[in-house]
């Protein structure tokens, strides 16, 4: 079964920067486009970022020009590179791919907190 787990998030300043892995296993990691997501307080999870197969990127509006999301198939692993962080950027974090494989599926997410 899908395994996906989240690490790297933390405690930093407005401007600050942090760099957030996402490991997977218990798939062909390969094969699928893959997705940071967070969720704040009180506030429903929102995709952040995606990267296709073929490593095309999107990103929603508010972290543009701020965080890049990368992919190393030989590791399982997606990254998100967040800088210029502001406090709105506080929330928890979370990888997922796309494909029936990670219905309903999450792990247990990475918290970011960025102080003012």
């Known amino acids: 079964q899908v395994q996906l787990v989240e690490s790297g998030g933390g405690l930093v300043q407005a401007g600050g920067s942090l760099r957030l892995s996402c490991t997977a296993s218990g798939i062909i990691f390969s094969i699928y486009a893959m997705g940071w997501y967070r969720q704040a307080p009180g506030k429903q999870r929102e995709l952040v970022a995606k990267?296709?197969?073929?490593?095309?990127?999107n990103y929603v509006d508010s972290v543009k020009g701020r965080f890049t999301i990368s992919r190393v198939n030989a590791k399982n692993t997606v990254y998100l590179q967040m800088n210029s962080l502001k406090p709105e950027d506080t929330a928890v974090y979370y990888c997922?791919?796309?494909?029936?494989?990670?219905?309903?599926?999450w792990g247990q997410g990475t918290q970011v907190t960025v102080s003012s």
């Open positions: 997922n791919g796309d494909g029936p494989r990670f219905a309903g599926y």
């Open positions: 990267i296709s197969v073929g490593g095309s990127t």
